[in-house]
């Protein structure tokens, strides 16, 4: 049975970081793009970022450029966002998605993905 679990997240005060991890397990996720998403109360899932099965190449939203990087480490089978200068704007639940694939890319759309986790609560707050 293939899950993907997130951890990591929490309560931060703004400018804080937090860093949230996705576990796969009954899969290997090397030859998987992993994108991380998004939602906030009310609002319309967001592609956060995402990465390719190489880890060669990644994408961003505007909305978090320079403050989020996300990578992985294949030989653990995870893959983990950084999250700097946080904003109470990022307030939301964290997801990770993976879709298995031949091509060196990676697209920050959630129908594209095959598999999900269950989320994490990220909150940034004074």
């Known amino acids: 049975q293939v899950q993907l679990v997130e951890s990591g997240g929490g309560l931060v005060q703004p400018g804080g970081s937090l860093r949230l991890s996705c576990a796969a397990s009954?899969?290997?996720?090397?030859?998987?793009?992993i994108g991380w998403f998004r939602q906030a109360p009310g609002k319309e899932r967001e592609g956060v970022t995402c990465i390719n099965s190489s880890g060669l190449s990644t994408n961003y939203a505007d909305s978090v450029k320079g403050r989020f990087t996300i990578s992985r480490d294949n030989a653990k089978n995870t893959v983990y966002l950084q999250m700097n200068s946080l904003k109470p704007e990022d307030t939301a639940v964290y997801y990770c998605?993976?879709?298995?694939?031949?091509?060196?890319?990676?697209?920050?759309?959630?129908?594209?993905?095959?598999?999900w986790g269950q989320g994490t609560q990220v909150t940034v707050s004074s």
């Open positions: 998605a993976a879709r298995r694939t031949v091509l060196p890319m990676c697209i920050r759309t959630g129908e594209w993905y095959d598999y």
């Open positions: 009954g899969l290997t996720l090397k030859p998987y793009a």
